[in-house]
């Protein structure tokens, strides 16, 4: 459920009470990289045309998919190492000759890891959270509905 907290607008002076809705946020990362001499898969055609190109220029880049994996880090308890594999659609403008550039696309991936703290994961999370195509089919219209979380730890 969402944590009610006031936020005071800076530019009128008019105090609101808004809704910020998270999960336990222990830890996080954010990061901006260019990415340079990614390679790029082709098709067998647009490879030919690439190999007789006068000149290449990237009219376009799109994240299309992004894979994650969460494994915890050995001898660190709490810690996790986050893989992703972002995919992206790459559009190439393909000079051949003379004329209007020929639109090739492609596929290119990108690997990045980083380490997160995320709690020491002694506690058992259940979830009302509505999951399509799973058993709760009375919910199937419903994707608003506030979300139940129950932490539980086992007795010692």
Excluded: H
């Excluded at 995919?87 to 051949?96: G, Q, S």
Aim: net charge neutral; hydrophobic share 35%; charged share 25%.
């Amino acid at each position: 459920m969402g944590d009610r907290v006031n936020s005071c607008c800076t530019n009128n002076a008019c105090s609101d009470e808004v809704c910020i809705q998270t999960r336990k946020v222990y830890d996080s990362c954010r990061d901006k990289e260019c990415i340079e001499n990614m390679r790029v898969y082709l098709t067998e055609s647009g490879q030919s045309l690439v190999d007789r190109a006068t000149g290449i220029k990237c009219r376009k880049s799109e994240i299309i998919w992004v894979y994650s994996d969460v494994e915890p880090v050995a001898f660190n308890r709490g810690y996790y190492s986050v893989d992703l594999k972002f995919f992206f659609k790459i559009t190439l403008d393909v000079f051949t000759g003379i004329g209007r550039p020929v639109s090739v696309e492609g596929i290119a991936t990108y690997d990045k890891k980083v380490i997160l703290f995320g709690s020491e994961g002694n506690a058992k999370t259940f979830s009302s959270k509505f999951r399509d195509g799973a058993a709760d089919i009375q919910l199937w219209q419903k994707n608003n509905l506030p979300v139940a979380q129950i932490d539980v730890c086992d007795s010692i």
